[in-house]
């Protein structure tokens, strides 16, 4: 098997095991050391809590009706994004840099540095 083998839609089990296993690591350590993270998780939590339209458009519910949103609803709405966008970046940016950890252990490990 070649790298250009590899894609996200259709992982070996052992590297979605370890995909899985770099999610959970990349999450707890965000959540110990990054306050701003966990700042945009608990505003997070409290807009789903306040307003239950996120949720449904959040986990990809069935929309059986048209939605006519208030300004409050709308604004509320536009933050649940952001803060989500905000989320998924500094995910992102965590993974890249474990990925650049491992690959730094690696290299040392094989004496190439």
Same mark, same amino acid.
């Given at each position: %098997?070649?790298?250009?083998?590899?894609?996200?839609?259709?992982? #070996?089990?052992?590297?979605? !095991?370890?995909?899985?296993?770099?999610?959970?690591?990349? @999450? !707890?350590?965000?959540?110990?050391?990054?306050?701003?993270?966990?700042?945009? *998780?608990?505003?997070?939590?409290?807009? *789903?809590?306040? /307003?239950?339209? @996120?949720?449904?458009?959040?986990?990809?519910? #069935?929309?059986?009706? #048209? %939605?006519?949103?208030?300004?409050?609803?709308?604004? !509320?709405?536009?933050?649940?994004? !952001?803060?989500?966008?905000?989320?998924?970046? %500094?995910?992102? @940016?965590?993974?890249?840099?474990?990925?650049?950890? /491992?690959?730094?252990?690696?290299?040392?490990?094989?004496?190439?540095?």
């Amino acid at each position: %098997m070649k790298m250009k083998d590899f894609t996200t839609y259709d992982l #070996p089990l052992w590297l979605n !095991a370890a995909v899985e296993e770099l999610e959970r690591r990349c @999450i !707890a350590e965000l959540k110990e050391e990054n306050l701003f993270y966990k700042e945009v *998780l608990e505003e997070t939590s409290k807009l *789903l809590n306040q /307003h239950r339209f @996120i949720s449904t458009l959040a986990d990809k519910d #069935p929309i059986t009706e #048209p %939605m006519n949103l208030s300004l409050e609803e709308t604004k !509320a709405l536009s933050r649940f994004l !952001a803060l989500e966008g905000d989320r998924r970046d %500094m995910e992102n @940016i965590q993974s890249y840099l474990l990925g650049c950890r /491992h690959a730094l252990e690696i290299l040392l490990l094989l004496k190439m540095i």
